[in-house]
């Protein structure tokens, strides 16, 4: 049943095509299945508080307080004066043993801070003392803990935007480098892809676009590129004839193994998040499971993608599916293929947990368990170590 006092989706009218609404029966059953998912828990809710692991204080110091403390944080603690070192020896036991900085205060600090708070604490500490915040954390940290605490510092179009460039210049152009651009695209609202294409400009002198052409190769650059460019409307506005029409064409292109064609493009990536679910929807509906399995498309439409084969291609699309449809599925897997098996992939883990950490992580914990039977923080301290397990579990809503 839908929630008491949510208001429908609205339903373009197309009466000025002189369309018959055909199958209306089924049709007002694909509207009442579609209009509860949308105002469901399961919704895909950009940004909302209720659905972040993040633990800001009741009590939040100024951030010229929190400034201070990141300052003294970088110096360490003083060794005692009777004590008389050179100062290269100085440096020594300062780069060896790690007696420069205070870790802890600096993952007490930004790691219970919003990215408002730490916009403004970035800010701050440049006005006191003339230099970057971001700059005495690179000098200060290192290794996978000082690279997850820059990321988090950093403005979040600017941190997706180093992610993207990152990805795209790997030598190796893997789902696991590709799924960051479709995340992007997909993931998030269309406010923050414009946000992160702006960043990506100012940043490296190209467009996102420019670098994916000579960066990737066809046919996924095809892909990449349609999802990038576009921008979303962002309104729970559909239109029940189009989903039939595009289910269709959907069909056909798979049918004939063409997934990138041109309509697969143009559909995936112009189409707003709703109108898509309800054209997944005509999709099962239609070519797949009987309407009485709900939410349940991808069974059917990640199928038969899959039924193409298993090539770059083709998980690409995967992705772009569950980002589009289910972004704490594709997530919770990010999280468990990066730790499974020998050694952890420690850049998909932090990008996984820092990306979504103020989003919608109570959602990607749960599906975590639902699939793995095992808490997601068990899986983290179980594959990480010192500070940078200590930041990722407060990220997650751990007390130090």
Known sequence: MEEEGKQKPKKRNDKR????????????????????????????????????TLGVPDVVPSP???SQTLKKAFQGTSLSSSLVFSFWVLCLIRSKMGWGTDEKAIIKVLGRRNAGQRRKIKETYQQLYNESLIHALQSELSGDFGKAVILWTSDPPERDARLANEALK?????????QVIVELACAYSPHHLVAVRQAYCSLFDCSLEEDIILYVDLPVRKILVGLVRSYRYDKEVVDSDVAEAEAAMLHEAIEAKQLDHDNVVLILGTRNIFQLKLTFECYKQNYGNHIDQPFHFKQNFQQDVESCGNGILESVLRVVIWCIDSPEKHFAEVIRASIVGLGTDEDSLTRAIVSRAEIDMVKI??????????????????????DYKAFLMTLLGATL
Request: proline share 1%.
């Open 170 to 178: 790997s030598r190796r152009k893997g789902i696991n480098q590709v």
């Open 365 to 386: 914990r749960g599906e975590y368990y639902e699939v793995n039977k095992t808490s997601l923080e068990d899986a983290v301290i179980g594959d990480t170590s010192g």
């Open 64 to 66: 010229a307080q929190d």
């Open 17 to 52: 095509n002189g369309k018959s609404k055909r199958k209306r029966k089924s049709k007002s059953r694909l509207s009442f299945l579609f209009a509860w998912d949308c105002f469901s828990p399961r919704r895909n809710n950009w940004g909302n508080r209720r659905m972040a």
